[in-house]
């Protein structure tokens, strides 16, 4: 039972979301007296409302707890916020005492019912009423505000709630952004639950008593009406959903009341035509009654949905918070399926479709569920057709929607749809969303997946009919054929892993039906008129390497996740199940495949790959030797039948996954291996000696080079993951190299393969040097090591450019690799240890330049479409060329093999060749700038001077530098872009940024003559572009940069001319946005020369010092900010903590604190000014946040 409010005369002591309540009995207020507290008119009164403010703020208590006695027992009243907030009694408990409370004197219920709603929006303040008939009709209208007391600093909302009008004031200060519907965590959003029950139990255990008695409706919907047109947005949601939940409760009460009179009807026809005489009279009337009765109650009940919908929905749906809107939608959508006969029409179907085009995804979101809710049930779908026809576009447009969840809710949404409604989706809208299953964002792809199994790939009898015609696998070969099709018109022949990885979910089953897309492989045209075609077969193999893949792996392909699956239990189970079918399966079928394709090296590429997932050991448990014997017999006769390099590598693989040395088939496997080994070792060298026995060493003959071009390239796509260093490949090679860097003439067929073979001969022998080797051992390897970098060193000049950039790409590898020897612990790694030279580094940067950055000026005139799709299927190769080779010279930088100087060079390229290379060039400043946080700063403004120089050698310099030129915007532009990168964590980056503004200075003052620096510097319009930086710099660090600057000047800015403008811009940066403490106090005064003051100097200094500050404050730039102005002294500073700031500062910054001025403040102290009590007093007004309601938008 929840006790009557007492009560009081004054404020009690509360805590946050307390609320007074002041009232008197209901006799009292029906005789028209009025109570208010809200309307306080003299300064005592005022003064009287703070002083109860204050003590507000000052009170800690968890909850108001008020001792009353009640038949003579004390007893605790706790409020209806507390006990629905705390959940310590059950909620249908809670509304019957309150009910059985309003029974018995409903004024003093209402009023706390009222202060519960008000508590529910986190109000701190208090709740007054009076009674509306003591008022005259303008003084009502009069009282219809919402204001702000500057003296007391509290806002009053006076509102009317039928029959009363209530006054709700609060302290101005409340955090209007912190009320419990928006607060996280496990407690709040079990608290917004509660709240939403207590409203539905209400309305439950009301219909029943209370609910028609034409005041207490009346009272809540007026009450929640009014709050929800608050400009206060906490008033203003914490309404709208109570209201929006209140509405949902009313419906579900006139479902009721309608079955009920249904049900009376009924009885009412069954009772007339049994009954007949005098003795139906009284049981036909009583039907009569209940009948009238129920339709009275249903009147009213329409009146309230009326009132909820009218007075709140119509006005709240559009409001400026998102949170509100959702909650209408939500609402409005549970309301069209609860109660469709009365909100499932266009009047309100509408609203939702308005709101599909809401600027937040969130009420975008709701009303994509709500319909999802409707078209799920078939009966309700024939009511939509004029909705489906005109928003059926959007829908489809939102699959692109910029949030995720908003585009896979979509994608269900059209797959109802599809399901529920016959040709309103059409062939063209089919095939977009079909598209959607290539996604990289998979829960998308997955439900576009869904739509493409259930809406192409299954149809209805497909197991009933198909087996009858196709045999065993019937309904697996349909199903594959159509995939095959849509696969191949999709045309997307690299992506067949995404296209799995979207079905796997739905289509799991026929997927992994490997027997079936085997059988289909291995079948003969003659046997079956039905066979696949060469396209078709392609494709199957593609999917079966997909399938298996996604099967043994258990986790999507790369692009789709961040990282690797985290399998249960029961998917690990199923996934080495699936390994155990696979492996059993392919060992016997795999031979025959690759026998039958052996000639295609697309299709035995794919197949090759098979074995990695295999699950080694059933070969020997198994029993199963001959078909492995089976599967190296075809795997040599590949080799031998093809140089293309991925059937090589994929070859490669294979033996290098059988080879395992912890397996049972190890000594067969390698048994065949070197066989193979040596037959192609056999072949290299017939040919090398036919090739050297030449005259002069030429050979002209193109079928004999041929032959070694492929003798090579099989070589080194074994040596690339075999050692092969047995068979002393390293000289043979060498020698060609050698014969190649003298004398020349060689075909770039034998150059490219014979630089790859040399390079992993090093590799193998660097890995196989051991601690205890010979040092005569180590000094051979060094020599030799430092010939292969003096051939690629060379080769970077040779005429065929693949030689140049294999010997580039090489050389960086090689390098990279030398530089990272483990010298601290192995004496041998030092002794290999190699860092390149002066020279070298400037050829590496000097071929970047060149290769990378050089534009290309081939014409693409006057092409036609043949050659217009060669020619850009041409420039999307060069251009990965490129990223390859600026990859592989920024990881020299970021690794420190070359001076990281040379990333200036880079760095200039940035913004011209941001859409090729910026992600290289972003990701090389970041991890520059995680190794040494000073050199990388240094590197910038590196890069920013030398654009400056070029710029300024460009023009003319007796004119000046030309600031509005393309040029220098430019330079402006990529000090912008650097500045971005630092991100918003200034304390991270204060170093950095401090450090190019002292650079910068440094630089734009070079070159000053004349006494004092009186005269122009040259480049000083180079702190235009420094000045990017200063909303990067701290507060404190701002005015130690500011006076770091003062040392360059010698006299006031007010007598100089426009020509030290950069100057008077670059300053204002520095001084924009200062907080009241330390701000420009003075638009007038001079800027004072650098001594002139020392008390003021020292201040200055004292207020650059490092004190706690905020990460984001943000400087803005004010062009018209007065030249002359000077910071003001920091009044109050204690001279202990001015000293541990000084300390901080020389610790944090010390090359912006001169040594004279560090000397000065070891051997001095600082005198600081007392503040006035007048300047220490704090200011009670503060600003009020006030969001705006019921802006439009556009629908």
Avoid at 227 to 251: E, G, I, N, P, Q
Avoid at 531 to 549: F, G, K, P, Q, W
Wanted: hydrophobic share 40%; charged share 25%.
């Amino acid at each position: 039972m929840i006790a009557e409010p007492n009560p009081a005369s004054s404020l009690p002591n509360q805590k946050e979301n307390a609320v007074h309540d002041e009232t008197v009995p209901e006799s009292v207020v029906q005789n028209g007296s009025c109570l208010r507290n809200g309307n306080l008119k003299t300064p005592r009164e005022k003064r009287k409302v703070r002083e109860q403010r204050e003590n507000i703020r000052r009170n800690s208590s968890n909850s108001r707890r008020v001792s009353q006695l009640q038949n003579g027992e004390a007893v605790e009243a706790v409020t209806l916020f507390e006990v629905v907030s705390m959940e310590k009694r059950a909620m249908q408990s809670v509304v019957d005492d309150w009910v059985e409370a309003y029974k018995k004197d409903r004024n003093v219920a209402l009023l706390d019912l009222i202060n519960f709603f008000i508590q529910c929006s986190g109000c701190q303040g208090m709740v007054t009423a009076e009674m509306f008939q003591s008022l005259h009709k303008k003084d009502v209208m009069r009282k219809m505000t919402e204001t702000f007391d500057e003296e007391t600093g509290l806002q009053y909302k006076k509102f009317m709630a039928y029959p009363w009008i209530l006054t709700v004031t609060w302290p101005v200060d409340m955090d209007n952004e912190d009320y419990p519907l928006i607060k996280t965590g496990p407690y709040w959003k079990k608290f917004k639950a509660n709240f939403c029950e207590f409203i539905a139990v209400l309305v439950q255990q009301c219909q029943s008593s209370v609910l028609y008695d034409s005041y207490l409706m009346d009272t809540i919907i007026s009450l929640l009406t009014g709050l929800a047109d608050s400009m206060v947005r906490a008033f203003r949601h914490t309404s709208t959903l109570a209201a929006m939940k209140l509405l949902t409760a009313v419906v579900n009460v006139h479902l009721n009341l309608d079955v009920n009179k249904h049900n009376a009807q009924r009885l009412y026809e069954v009772e007339k035509n049994t009954i007949s005489g005098k003795r139906t009279n009284y049981r036909l009337d009583q039907l009569e009654r209940r009948i009238k009765e129920y339709e009275q109650k249903l009147l009213e009940i329409q009146n309230m949905m009326n009132a909820i919908f009218k007075g709140t929905f119509l006005n709240r749906y559009r409001d400026v918070i998102p949170e509100i809107r959702a909650t209408c939608i939500e609402e409005i959508g549970s309301w069209m399926k609860t109660y469709p006969d009365a909100f499932l029409n266009d009047s309100y179907l509408k609203y939702i479709g308005w709101m599909l085009y809401d600027k937040q995804a969130e009420v975008r979101l709701k009303c994509l569920l709500g319909l999802q809710g409707i078209y799920s049930r078939e009966e309700l779908v024939s009511r939509m057709d004029l909705f489906t026809s005109r928003f059926k576009d959007r829908i489809v447009s939102m699959l692109l929607d910029k949030d995720h969840e908003v585009a896979v809710q979509a994608m269900k949404l059209l797959m109802l749809v599809s399901q529920n409604c016959e040709d309103v989706l059409s062939a063209e809208d089919c095939e977009t969303l079909y598209q959607f299953v290539y996604t990289t964002h998979r829960p998308l792809a997955v439900a576009a997946g869904e739509f493409l199994y259930k809406r192409l790939l299954r149809h209805e009898g497909d197991e009933e009919v198909l087996p009858k015609r196709g045999g065993k696998f019937g309904a697996s070969t349909g199903q594959l054929k159509k995939l095959i099709r849509f696969f191949l018109e999709s045309e997307l022949h690299k992506h067949v892993t995404y296209l799995i990885d979207s079905l796997w979910d739905w289509a799991g089953k026929f997927l992994k039906d490997w027997e079936c897309m085997t059988t289909l492989l291995l079948k003969n045209a003659e046997e079956d008129g039905e066979a696949l075609s060469d396209a078709h077969e392609s494709a199957l193999i593609e999917i079966i390497l997909a399938t298996v893949r996604e099967a043994a792996e258990g986790h999507p392909p790369v692009g789709r996740g961040a990282a690797k699956k985290i399998l249960s239990v029961k998917e690990k189970k199923i996934q080495l199940e699936d390994c155990t079918k696979i492996t059993e399966h392919f060992i016997m079928v795999l031979p025959q495949l690759l026998a039958k394709y052996s000639a295609d090296a697309e299709k035995v590429t794919n197949l090759l790959q098979i074995p990695q997932y295999y699950d080694l050991d059933v070969y020997s448990t198994g029993h199963l030797e001959k078909h492995l014997d089976a599967l190296l017999r075809e795997v040599k006769d590949i080799v031998a039948k093809h140089s293309d390099m991925a059937v090589l590598e994929a070859s490669s693989r294979t033996y290098y996954i059988l080879c395992s040395e912890e397996i049972a088939i190890y000594n067969q496997v390698d048994c065949a291996r070197t066989q193979l080994i040596d037959e192609l070792m056999g072949q290299l060298n017939q040919l090398l000696n036919s090739f050297w026995q030449k005259e002069e060493g030429f050979c002209t003959d193109a079928g004999e080079i041929s032959r070694i071009h492929s003798a090579l390239r099989r070589i080194a796509a074994f040596h690339n993951a075999h050692d092969l260093t047995k068979w002393n490949l390293y000289d043979k090679t060498l020698r060609l190299l050698a014969f190649e860097m003298e004398r020349g003439g060689l075909s770039v067929q034998m150059i490219l393969p014979a630089l790859q073979c040399t390079y992993f001969s090093l590799l193998w022998q660097l890995a196989a040097v051991a601690e205890n080797s010979p040092k005569e051992t180590l000094l051979a390897l060094r020599r030799e090591l430092r010939r292969f970098c003096q051939i690629c060193k060379c080769f970077l000049h040779h005429k065929e450019e693949d030689v140049r950039e294999k010997a580039f790409m090489i050389l960086c590898d090689w390098l990279l690799i030398l530089s990272h020897q483990d010298s601290n612990n192995n004496e041998a790694a030092g002794l290999l240890d190699y860092l390149p030279s002066t020279s070298l580094q400037q050829k590496l940067l000097l071929f970047i330049q060149e290769h990378v950055f050089m534009e290309d000026e081939k014409e693409s005139k006057d092409l036609t479409e043949e050659e217009q799709r060669k020619d850009k299927n041409g420039k999307l190769g060069d251009l990965h060329k490129k990223r390859s080779l600026l990859a592989a010279y920024c990881k020299l930088i970021v690794y420190n093999v070359v001076e990281i100087a040379a990333a200036a060079e880079i760095y200039k390229h940035y913004m011209k060749t941001y859409n090729d290379f910026g992600d290289i060039i972003k990701e090389t400043l970041s991890r520059t700038r995680h190794n040494n946080k000073i050199q990388s700063a240094k590197t910038l403004i590196l890069c920013l001077q030398q654009l400056f120089q070029a710029h300024v050698q460009s023009h003319d310099s007796s004119s000046g530098v030309d600031l509005s030129s393309t040029s220098f915007t430019n330079i402006k532009e990529l000090a912008r872009r650097f500045s971005l990168t630092f991100g918003w964590d200034q304390v991270k980056s204060r170093e950095s940024v401090a450090m190019i503004h002292k650079e910068g200075i440094e630089f734009a003052f070079q070159g000053a003559t004349g006494i004092g620096g009186k005269c122009l510097p040259p480049k000083l319009s180079f702190l235009l572009i420094i000045s990017e930086f200063s909303n990067k710099l701290l507060k404190p660090d701002k005015r130690l940069v500011y006076t770091y600057l003062q040392r360059y000047i010698a006299e006031p800015l007010s007598c100089r001319g426009d020509e030290w403008q950069p100057l008077v811009w670059y300053r204002n940066s520095l001084l924009a946005n200062e907080d009241e403490e330390s701000s420009v106090l003075s638009s007038l005064g001079e800027w004072s020369p650098v001594g002139t003051s020392k008390t003021s100097f020292k201040r200055k200094l004292s207020n650059g010092s490092l004190p706690e500050t905020s990460h984001t404050e943000a400087a803005s730039k004010d062009a018209d900010f007065q030249c002359a102005s000077q910071l003001a002294s920091a009044a109050g500073k204690s001279r202990k903590k001015l000293k541990s700031r000084e300390m901080h500062l020389q610790e944090h910054l010390p090359f912006l604190c001169p040594l004279g001025l560090q000397r000065r403040y070891r051997q001095d102290e600082i005198k600081t000014e007392d503040a006035s009590v007048e300047d220490q007093a704090e200011d009670t007004s503060d600003d009020v946040n006030i969001d705006v309601v019921g802006a439009d938008q556009d629908s």
